[in-house]
């Protein structure tokens, strides 16, 4: 196996007397899509922000291309993390901006470079994430769910980051929609090889998308590929991948995957 | 190793070198601008050196060379293609569209712009309209039947605006009187008449300057906050909610804020004339050498009945001014956080001056009516 790209270890995070994870350790290989699952409040947020360097854990340790960014200052950290591409859950577009402001908005902070590159650099992403140029103009109140997650992911794409973290990317899509953003998460993964963290309720994206799938239950974490993760004999997991939903989507990963 | 881009423009040659990231775009930014300001009739581009293996840099020389082409000159790269190239070539291939036209406003789309600025006038003088109404409907069910007037969110609402407003109110008071005691005392002195810095001050903190200043800070304090809450119930679909629910926003969420408000001026009033005058004894006491006694002697001869009154009825009409252009602004936020953030700056100015205007209304009415 070669050397992961983020590596989580025992990592505890509590609240006051209530404990969130107890003892997490899983490892993201590199150009691997990793998906983060769970129920509401099985600590998905904050083990997302555990890993962008947000909230330091109350032990453990987060190693980061080699590197424990738990120990790291806060120079450092900022350096890793321009290394990151994130989207949030509903977008968090800066909303006085327009869509190319917010994707020029990273850059300029760390480079300077003329309005035609800008402008070119501008094009790039959003030809990446399939929005229409004419988009760039526009501000996020003006945009639909769809394009507000695209433009998203274009601005998380602006520093060329090598690993990117979504966080429920699908949510609130319609399913053309989905579908279409699914495919946009493999075409870059596979093309651009980079290392794509994912938090989602989203089956159909988990089936689709994941090589690997984390389970939190019961504050600490299953990790394992879907074909086996969806055998474990876990009365959530039994529940999550064979409930109502699941058995609607036909359940075996293999024929999703297939078609 | 360093990445290096050199543009030699003799050779006609585009030299890189080096590991290019993004970090690095700066540099090929620079070398290919040189490149656009005198574009030569072929170009030779060395790669072999070089890594592009971020995409944004080997996007910004794919673009320069597709320009050049597109212009004529004959590019060719010295050594394999940057391996990101092949996919700019599938991103090319897909239709993108066009880049939206900044070109300048024709007439028409001028005039169209006034005929909105117009509109949207009118729609603001509706729902203002629309707002008093309806304000006015709910406080008569009120009035009929007190169960209807929320009691305890208009308890809130008055800790809240009231109680918790009480520190920074009697700070300001006293600071106030202190300086007008003391420039009073100052410019006085020459006339002997330092005595009269009591008159000053009581009659300055007591008519006007203890209940226009509460007004300026509740206006910055609570029509702010009055204008923002409203402002994100109403983005966050909370207000729908209100309503599906058949429940009435402005009996719900405004009534109990203006009624609050309205309750609580004349209150935080008088906490403000109290530190006043205090403030004033203590200065009059420290630079005048006037014992408190006489203090309270020349108070009493210096204000009359009515000046209390005349700083104190004034008290619930700015409350009311107040309370109504916060909830009114909050409630005319829609769509995205820039109109709150807006709307709520409109309150709190559009609120001092509606109290300033007020104020000055009563003055000119006081001095009718020899008040």
């Not at chain 2, 050199?6 to 890189?16: G, I, M, Q, T």
Request: hydrophobic share 50%; proline share 5%.
């Amino acid at each position: 196996m070669s050397t992961p790209v983020i590596a989580v270890r025992d990592v505890v995070n509590r609240f006051g007397a209530q404990v969130v994870h107890d003892g997490v350790s899983f490892e993201v290989q590199p150009g691997e899509i990793f998906g983060i699952v769970g129920g509401s409040g099985s600590g998905k947020s904050v083990l997302l922000k555990t890993m962008l360097g947000l909230r330091r854990p109350d032990a453990g340790s987060v190693v980061v291309e080699g590197r424990d960014i738990t120990a790291m200052d806060e120079r450092e950290l900022r350096a890793i993390k321009r290394r990151y591409g994130v989207t949030f859950q509903h977008g968090a577009l800066f909303t006085s901006l327009t869509v190319a402001e917010n994707i020029i908005l990273p850059m300029a902070e760390s480079l300077t470079l003329d309005e035609l590159s800008y402008r070119r650099l501008v094009e790039l992403r959003l030809r990446m994430v399939g929005l229409p140029l004419e988009a760039a103009a526009k501000y996020p109140a003006q945009l639909s769910g769809g394009m507000v997650k695209r433009a998203a992911l274009a601005r998380a794409l602006a520093l060329d980051p090598t690993i990117l973290f979504l966080d429920e990317p699908t949510a609130g899509l319609d399913p053309i929609a989905a579908t279409a953003f699914d495919d946009l998460v493999l075409y870059l993964r596979d093309t651009l090889h980079l290392t794509i963290v994912m938090v989602t309720h989203d089956l159909d994206t988990l089936m689709r998308t994941c090589d690997r799938v984390a389970v939190l239950v019961d504050r600490r974490v299953i990790v394992d590929t879907l074909e086996t993760i969806v055998d474990y004999d876990h009365p959530w997991i039994r529940h999550y991948f064979h409930g109502a939903r699941g058995r609607a989507m036909g359940a075996g990963p293999g024929d999703a995957r297939g078609a | 190793m360093q990445f290096t881009a050199r543009y030699d423009r003799a050779a006609a040659r585009l030299e890189l070198a080096g590991e290019c990231r993004m970090d690095d775009a700066p540099a090929l930014a620079r070398a290919l601008g040189e490149l656009r300001a005198a574009p030569p009739a072929a170009l030779m581009v060395g790669v072999a050196g070089a890594q592009l293996r971020d995409i944004g840099p080997a996007w910004l020389l794919h673009a320069a060379i597709g320009e050049l082409r597109a212009a004529g000159a004959g590019v060719e790269l010295d050594g394999p293609p940057p391996g990101h190239f092949a996919y700019f070539e599938e991103l090319l291939a897909q239709d993108a569209g066009a880049w939206p036209d900044a070109a300048k406003p024709t007439v028409e789309e001028r005039l169209a712009a006034v005929g909105r600025g117009i509109r949207q006038r009118l729609r603001s003088w509706y729902e203002e309209l629309v707002f008093g109404g309806r304000l006015i409907e709910s406080a008569a069910v009120a009035w009929r039947s007190v169960k209807r007037l929320r009691i305890p969110s208009v308890v809130r609402h008055m800790h809240e605006t009231g109680v918790q407003a009480i520190p920074v109110v009697a700070i300001i008071a006293i600071l106030i009187s202190v300086i007008s005691a003391y420039i009073g005392a100052q410019q006085l002195r020459p006339f002997g008449a330092e005595i009269f810095t009591v008159d000053l001050v009581a009659i300055g903190v007591l008519r006007e300057l203890g209940v226009l200043l509460t007004a300026i800070m509740v206006a910055g304090r609570t029509g702010s906050a009055y204008a923002a809450e409203l402002g994100v119930m109403k983005l966050n679909d909370e207000v729908d909610a209100l309503e599906s629910m058949g429940m009435n926003p402005y009996e719900v969420l405004v009534l109990p804020r203006v009624v609050a408000l309205v309750l609580v001026m004349p209150l935080l009033t008088i906490v403000a004339d109290a530190m006043g005058l205090a403030g004033g004894a203590l200065l009059t006491s420290y630079l005048l050498d006037l014992p408190w006694p006489q203090f309270v002697m020349r108070l009493d001869a210096a204000i009359a009945d009515t000046t209390f009154w005349a700083g104190l009825v004034k008290a619930p009409v700015f409350g009311l001014l107040i309370a109504l252009t916060g909830t009114l602004r909050g409630l005319q936020v829609r769509e995205s956080s820039r109109e709150l953030g807006r709307l709520t700056t409109v309150a709190v100015v559009q609120s001092i001056f509606l109290v300033i205007f007020a104020d000055a209304l009563f003055a000119i009415f006081f001095l009718e009516i020899d008040f």
